[in-house]
T-cell receptor
Framework: AQKITQTQPGMFVQEKEAVTLDCTYDTSDQSYGLFWYKQPSSGEMIFLIYQGSYDEQNATEGRYSLNFQKARKSANLVISASQLGDSAMYFCAMREADTGTASKLTFGTGTRLQVTL | DARVTQTPRHKVTEMGQEVTMRCQPILGHNTVFWYRQTMMQGLELLAYFRNRAPLDDSGMPKDRFSAEMPDATLATLKIQPSEPRDSAVYFC??????????????FGPGTRLTVT
């Protein structure tokens, strides 16, 4: 079974509008972390935002916020006031507890966001 | 602005040749990860290290891949012999391990490997 599911292969949004990128996850752990990364066409992976499973507040970083719904096992990324530079591939990832010695990330397949004028 | 660096950025080689990719983690980060990205498989974890010790390399084909950390400022991923199916972008990432978790992983720019 997929641990991280991103059901939107591609999304379009108009500049200055808000957009939500979906992410659902599957884990039996009580303690885990959820990440979003941006990958522009240049190829680098840029860390955007992190949410811990015990965090009661939704994480926010500037124009990025994470809509965390634990019961639904969803961790959607919301980008407010989209900019042309937001056009990129976006990956959701999850860190699960393992032996406690390290933190492995499992990535979704990504959503390609295109911001239009 | 601390960054993970990777060399080379691009590598084209012939099948059967040895390939070595290098990574310099962010100073102070004690956990280093190697990932591979392909169109078919997406992003896969190959191996990771804590304090230079390998913790898990189960994602790596053992017969041809090897990963090491000769010192705290250098991680290497070697493929010998290389095959066309190894063509991918290889990312190194590093993060601080505190309170039992790596809450952030910072990625390098990647090495784009093409094996012909």
């Amino acid at each position: 079974a997929q641990k991280i599911t991103q059901t939107q292969p591609g999304m379009f949004v108009q500049e200055k509008e808000a957009v939500t990128l979906d992410c659902t996850y599957d884990t039996s752990d009580q303690s885990y972390g959820l990440f979003w990364y941006k990958q522009p066409s240049s190829g680098e992976m840029i860390f955007l935002i992190y949410q811990g499973s015990y965090d009661e507040q939704n994480a926010t970083e500037g124009r990025y916020s994470l809509n965390f719904q634990k019961a639904r096992k969803s961790a959607n990324l919301v980008i407010s006031a989209s900019q042309l530079g937001d056009s990129a591939m976006y990956f959701c990832a999850m860190r699960e507890a393992d032996t406690g010695t390290a933190s492995k990330l499992t990535f979704g397949t990504g959503t390609r966001l295109q911001v239009t004028l | 602005d601390a960054r993970v660096t990777q060399t080379p950025r691009h590598k084209v080689t012939e099948m059967g040749q040895e390939v070595t990719m290098r990574c310099q983690p962010i100073l102070g980060h004690n956990t280093v990860f190697w990932y591979r990205q392909t169109m078919m498989q997406g992003l896969e974890l190959l191996a990771y290290f804590r304090n230079r010790a390998p913790l898990d390399d189960s994602g790596m084909p053992k017969d041809r891949f090897s990963a090491e950390m000769p010192d705290a400022t250098l991680a290497t991923l070697k493929i010998q012999p290389s095959e066309p199916r190894d063509s991918a972008v290889y990312f190194c990432a590093s993060g601080p391990f505190t309170s039992g978790w790596v809450d952030e992983q910072y990625f390098g720019p990647g090495t784009r490997l093409t094996v012909t």
